[in-house]
């Protein structure tokens, strides 16, 4: 059997089958394995989410991901991860990360791949790909490959300075397998106009917001850009947001930000409006609340409509961002093939016997945190039992 994609899925895919027995080639057009985990997690790599469930992907089938995530789940790789003596820690909401370099983890599955038999060919790109009866025939750089089983790992089009592409997507269409029209996802989104020259003014400030859009909400740091909004709740949020959409920021979430101005209002009125925000927010960004709501003078002065519109300004900012900083930056790419193509007990392709798809490929997407490396794990095993 073949598998294209020496990353997370691929690896973990190569070792299930080459545990069963399988001769696998771990075919791959960049010269290391598990790029994308060496980068992640800073350097530390976020190998899974202790929390990942179902309700932690999107998907145009929701529940495709249910399979594979039950039989596969994050304790399980957590045991394969202490069965190396990896050491990890929990950063922050379930979210798991190697105490040590990522590189712990490229080599305890390259080694389990060199000890279930896989045999890996990096630098190899695959220049044809055709199936002729129940034989799928590879030309590549390194020469011609046959197998009855072929696996696309190639995940999607994030990165491509990494070398990511849209193999997987030719080839799925290759093969008369429908898309869902791939977009960048965990993404920095950018603004324009009036909007951009205020995010420019605020650029390195960082605060707790809540982030809503088209009924999803993360609570979580958001950072001000030279070109718009990043930070983990504006990359949460970007898998839901669509050009043209609204967002609603809230920067002192959880307060009830007018009734406590109301009340610095009767216990001080000589105090300035900046100096009642400044237990939620920084400096430099209650200044440009502060003057998006058009309050001066002492708060004293201010009525209750002025600091509703200035609580308002905090915890109900609606903004249109006009796109995102796209693949370049985007961790992940939402979108890929389309499930309903796919068993979801095996990735199979149902109308292309012997072809599978795994990992970011498919139209499968995790939140930020790790969740993404766990359907890789759980969509690779999967194929693995049976490939």
């Known amino acids: 059997m073949i598998i294209i994609g020496a990353g997370a899925a691929g690896m973990m895919c190569a070792i299930e089958a080459g545990r069963r027995g399988?001769?696998?080639?771990?075919?791959?057009?960049?010269?290391?394995?598990?790029?994308?985990?060496?980068?992640?997690?800073?350097?530390?790599?976020?190998?899974?989410?202790?929390?990942?469930?179902?309700?932690?992907?999107?998907?145009?089938?929701?529940?495709?991901?249910?399979?594979?995530?039950?039989?596969?789940?994050?304790?399980?790789?957590?045991?394969?991860?202490?069965?190396?003596?990896?050491?990890?820690?929990?950063?922050?909401?379930?979210?798991?990360?190697?105490?040590?370099?990522?590189?712990?983890?490229?080599?305890?599955?390259?080694?389990?791949?060199?000890?279930?038999?896989?045999?890996?060919?990096?630098?190899?790109?695959?220049?044809?790909?055709?199936?002729?009866?129940?034989?799928?025939?590879?030309?590549?750089?390194?020469?011609?490959?046959?197998?009855?089983?072929?696996?696309?790992?190639?995940?999607?089009?994030?990165?491509?300075?990494?070398?990511?592409?849209?193999?997987?997507?030719?080839?799925?269409?290759?093969?008369?397998?429908?898309?869902?029209?791939?977009?960048?996802?965990l993404v920095p989104l950018t603004f324009s106009g009036d909007l951009l020259d205020a995010a420019k003014a605020l650029s390195g400030v960082s605060t707790e917001a809540e982030v809503r859009c088209n009924g999803a909400a993360f609570r979580e740091a958001l950072l001000f850009t030279h070109r718009g909004v990043s930070g983990p709740s504006i990359l949460q949020i970007s898998s839901y947001w669509r050009e043209g959409d609204e967002i609603e920021i809230d920067i002192a979430p959880g307060a009830d930000l007018f009734a406590e101005l109301r009340a610095a209002r009767t216990r001080n009125g000589k105090l300035a409006p900046q100096n009642a925000l400044a237990t939620h927010l920084p400096k430099r960004l209650a200044d440009a609340v502060i003057a998006r709501a058009g309050v001066t003078g002492r708060i004293g002065d201010a009525s209750d409509a002025k600091l509703k519109a200035l609580s308002d300004a905090a915890q109900h900012w609606r903004v249109k961002p006009v796109g995102s900083e796209g693949y370049r930056t985007a961790e992940v790419t939402l979108g890929g093939v389309d499930t309903d193509e796919l068993s979801s007990k095996t990735m199979e392709a149902k109308r292309a016997p012997g072809l599978y798809f795994i990992g970011e490929a498919v139209d499968v997407t995790g939140w930020l945190g790790g969740y993404n490396f766990q359907w890789a794990w759980s969509s690779g095993w999967a194929a693995g039992q049976v490939v």
Not at 53 to 71: E, Q, T
Not at 111 to 121: F, N, Q, S, W
Request: aromatic share 6%.
């Open 22 to 185: 399988r001769r696998v080639a771990l075919v791959d057009h960049a010269d290391k394995p598990g790029e994308k985990i060496r980068i992640s997690g800073g350097g530390r790599c976020n190998f899974t989410n202790m929390h990942a469930a179902p309700g932690n992907f999107i998907s145009k089938n929701p529940h495709f991901c249910v399979s594979a995530l039950k039989r596969y789940r994050p304790a399980d790789f957590i045991a394969k991860v202490d069965a190396h003596a990896i050491a990890w820690h929990e950063k922050t909401l379930g979210q798991l990360f190697c105490d040590g370099a990522s590189r712990q983890i490229i080599d305890m599955l390259t080694g389990e791949c060199r000890d279930a038999g896989v045999t890996l060919k990096l630098a190899t790109s695959v220049e044809r790909l055709e199936k002729c009866g129940e034989t799928f025939n590879l030309e590549t750089g390194a020469g011609a490959l046959a197998a009855s089983s072929l696996v696309l790992a190639t995940g999607g089009k994030s990165i491509p300075k990494m070398g990511a592409t849209d193999f997987a997507y030719r080839i799925a269409q290759q093969f008369g397998l429908e898309l869902v029209a791939p977009r960048p996802a």
